[in-house]
């Protein structure tokens, strides 16, 4: 039987409790993305710059999903959090006002 480390388990919350859980699980995500992106053999410097260029490429792609497509990316944000369709009423106004060709 695998035995689940301290973090995951459910403890008392003092002051210090839940920063340290979460720093744990913080460590742990950190050491999966490493792997998962193959950085953990790199020196820190580089790591920093592919994290960089991964996080650019994902903000690019979100960005223009957002400024080209902005009725898929709609529905894939109401897809995806039920609750978001007021808070996103507004942003979709300005979006589609702020596309409107005005010609005289």
């Not at 020196?43 to 260029?53: G, I, M, S, T």
Request: glycine share 2%; charged share 20%.
């Amino acid at each position: 039987m695998v035995q689940q480390s301290s973090y995951l388990q459910p403890s008392t919350m003092d002051s210090n409790g839940w920063r340290e859980t979460w720093k744990k699980r913080w460590d742990l995500f950190y050491l999966k993305w490493q792997i998962y992106s193959m950085t953990y053999f790199l020196e820190p410097w580089e790591k920093c710059l592919v994290n960089a260029f991964i996080f650019a490429i994902l903000g690019l792609l979100i960005f223009s999903s957002y400024a080209f497509l902005p009725d898929y990316t709609r529905k894939l944000v109401y897809a995806f959090l039920p609750g978001a369709h007021s808070s996103l009423s507004d942003l979709d106004l300005d979006h589609q006002q702020s596309m409107e060709l005005k010609i005289h």
